[in-house]
């Protein structure tokens, strides 16, 4: 078995309805074709890099899984023929991996931290860049100290 991370882009337009359909679509894939979902990250609505089927925007999906090639054949097929899917791109990240540790994995995905834990780290680099400021204006206080000489 191998380890499998697929990220698509969905159209931002689509309809709550439609958009729990194709995710629902996806996770089927991966169950019918004898696949392993570890992770399924909705990352949310963003702004892409370039215009995609005439869209500024597209709704980010990051799925990692376990499963053989033809898991990721038949899942890319779907995603080809889907007209609500702007783009996707499939990387493999492990070659052999065990079920055990596919298992391992996805009990970790559910325990990660939530963005809330990740804002708790934030205050601290903040007050690193004004330190880093503070700084910088003593350096430049210096440097007008001698101009006037």
Not at 54 to 82: A, D, F, I, M, P
Not at 129 to 141: G, L, M, N, R
């Amino acid at each position: 078995m191998r380890k499998y991370e697929t990220v698509f882009i969905s159209d931002p337009d689509l309809q709550d309805q439609t958009r729990t359909d194709l995710f629902d679509k996806v996770r089927n894939i991966i169950a019918k074709e004898n696949g392993y979902l570890i992770d399924f990250d909705d990352w949310g609505s963003k702004k892409l890099s370039y215009e995609i089927k005439k869209k500024l925007r597209g709704h980010y999906v990051c799925v990692t899984y376990g499963g053989s090639g033809e898991l990721v054949k038949e899942l890319e097929r779907n995603l080809r023929l889907s007209d609500d899917v702007m783009k996707f791109m499939t990387i493999l990240l492990l070659d052999h991996v065990t079920l055990e540790q596919l298992e391992k994995e996805a009990e970790e995905a559910k325990n990660k931290p939530q963005k809330s834990d990740e804002t708790d780290d934030a205050p601290d680099k903040e007050g690193e860049v004004e330190e880093d400021a503070s700084e910088e204006e003593d350096d430049d206080d210096t440097e007008t100290d001698e101009e006037p000489e």
